[in-house]
Nanobody, 127 residues
Framework: QVQLVESGGGLVQAGGSLRLSCAAS????????MGWFRQAPGKEREFVAA????????MYADSVKGRFTIARDNAKNTGYLQMNSLKPEATALYYC????????????????????WGQGTQVTVSS
């Protein structure tokens, strides 16, 4: 059973930074892409960023390009999302997720392609 646990959320002023972490259980973390998604109250869950199993390919939502960076440390079974220049519209519950398929070369944006999800960590950006 795969478990994902997010941490690092909190309250930050606009323009500030946060780094989210996603700790994964199991020995197969390094074989799967992982992604970050977010959901604000009253809105649908949306894609934020994703990284393939090796870390060699990344994808970002247009709204976060240049400000957010996704990374992973396979030796630690942990993924990260560095968020800089945060804006109030980034306020949401942030989830990490693990791909359904191993060794996907280009990480997926669609939430339906992810099989395992964490419980989320809240990010609140004040103006």
């Amino acid at each position: 059973q795969v478990q994902l646990v997010e941490s690092g959320g909190g309250l930050v002023q606009a323009g500030g930074s946060l780094r989210l972490s996603c700790a994964a259980s199991g020995r197969t973390f390094s074989s799967y892409a992982m992604g970050w998604f977010r959901q604000a109250p009253g809105k649908e869950r949306e894609f934020v960023a994703a990284i393939n199993s090796s870390g060699g390919s990344t994808m970002y939502a247009d709204s976060v390009k240049g400000r957010f960076t996704i990374a992973r440390d396979n030796a630690k079974n942990t993924g990260y999302l560095q968020m800089n220049s945060l804006k109030p519209e980034a306020t949401a519950l942030y989830y990490c997720a693990r791909d359904r398929s191993a060794y996907r070369a280009v990480p997926a944006k669609g939430p339906g392609l992810y099989a395992y999800w964490g419980q989320g960590t809240q990010v609140t950006v004040s103006s």
